[in-house]
């Protein structure tokens, strides 16, 4: 079994996008090995175990950002020390981050090792160059002494290639849904069914959410790129019976709730903090419309989860959104809304909140429109979006720079 070392700035059970990919993949790719090598963070997370088929190394003693800064270094050397013991085949690196400018050192020393670099981030370019701007070229170094790049949407591709890649070394591998856990609760036309029925009902009831009011969700963490201000603000133009379900935590929090406040929509805001991955899909099986107003996003996993369970969704033209997410209505070619064979959404304005309302609305007023996106986009998940599609890419890749 040939033998790959990860270099990830954070690793399960911290989740995000980048975590919940390295696990997928790594569970699917049988013929390999796995060591992971991460910023240990907290100190109650342990220095060393095992998570499905990866062995955890965690670099640092337990102290925040201190030991994300240092990591770099610090993940150096317990690389060196295990490849030692292990000779591994590949090296890949999780982001253009700390984990990547690891990769970069360890790379410097074992030239001869292959390095894959897979692009995960989410936030705006601009964002992403003035964290980075204190690495001078060598964060250019981090993407260019890459031997193979994959990126989870185009728009991070083409990110690669401002930073002097070759389109040849670049390869767009998204990342995944386990479309039948999504799923689980819906059936095609988008209604609950079967058994889960009552599990939908109870929940209702435990929120406080009555027969006749709209439900809209957000899977979304707290912060401004995900626009959840503009999308609280959007309520008040929405003149129905709504309730909106905010998943997520994160530093805006409380500005966000005292906003819910300020304009008097607390009753029809729930707050409802993180909800463990696997309890996500009992929510979206009550909702009748996914909306995040995002100003970036590298990808955009909670929107492909909807999709997958059911929910019709609404998200701005941003990042890697445009992947997957085709409305017809904005192509300037198209006069009306009278091809839908291709839509799975509806682009919102970022920063407009009556625009968010507007689209929202669009989805409740008409049952084509709204059938023909779960139709399309539940097909287009299926297909595309599946993680053992993802992970024979992913394979295919390393197989190619190990035999």
């Not at 626009?227 to 805006?252: C, F, Q, T, V, Y």
Request: charged content about 30%; glycine content about 10%.
């Amino acid at each position: 079994m040939k033998k790959v070392l990860i270099f990830s700035t954070a690793y399960l059970p911290m989740i995000g996008g980048a975590e919940i990919a390295v696990k997928e993949i790594t569970d699917r790719l049988k013929d390999w090995e796995f060591d992971l090598v991460c910023a240990r963070i907290k100190k109650d997370l342990p220095e060393r175990e095992k998570i499905g088929r990866v062995n955890v190394w965690r670099a640092g003693k337990g102290r925040g950002k201190r030991d994300k800064f240092l990591f770099p270094w610090l993940g150096f050397r317990l690389a060196q020390k295990l490849y030692g013991q292990n000779k591994y085949d590949l090296v890949w690196a999780i982001m253009a981050s700390f984990g990547g400018l690891a990769a970069l050192l360890f790379k410097g020393q074992f030239s001869g090792v292959p390095y894959v670099l897979t692009l995960q981030e989410g936030d705006s370019l601009e964002h992403i160059k003035s964290r980075s701007k204190w690495l001078g070229f060598i964060y250019k170094k981090i993407f260019q002494r890459a031997d193979h790049i994959t990126a989870i949407s185009v728009y991070l591709k083409e990110y690669a290639k401002s930073q002097g890649v070759s389109e040849e070394k670049i390869s767009v591998a998204p990342n995944g849904v386990d479309f039948n856990k999504f799923s689980l609760f819906r059936c095609a036309g988008g209604a609950a069914e079967g058994r889960a029925i009552f599990k939908i009902a109870e929940l209702k009831k435990k929120l406080g959410i009555k027969g006749d009011e709209k439900i809209i969700i957000t899977v979304s963490r707290l912060v401004e790129k995900n626009g959840i201000g503009d999308l609280i603000e959007a309520m008040e133009k929405i003149k129905i019976p709504a309730r909106l379900l905010i998943l997520g935590s994160g530093p805006l929090e409380k500005d966000l709730k005292s906003l819910a406040e300020k304009s008097d929509l607390k009753e029809k805001i729930l707050f409802l903090g993180e909800k463990p991955n696997e309890e996500v899909p009992l929510y979206l099986a009550l909702a009748d419309v996914f909306c995040r107003p995002s100003l970036s996003e590298g990808l955009g996993n909670s929107f492909l989860e909807a999709m997958a369970a059911g929910v019709p969704v609404v998200g701005a033209k941003v990042g890697g959104i445009p992947d997957f997410l085709k409305d017809p209505s904005a192509d300037s070619a198209i006069s009306s809304r009278t091809s839908l064979g291709q839509a799975t959404g509806l682009f919102c304005e970022t920063k407009n909140p009556a625009d968010i309302a507007e689209k929202i609305m669009m989805i409740f007023e008409d049952e084509k429109l709204r059938l023909e996106l779960i139709k399309n986009a539940g097909k287009m998940v299926r297909e595309k979006y599946d993680w053992k599609i993802i992970s024979e890419q992913m394979e295919g890749i390393f197989k190619g720079l190990t035999d």
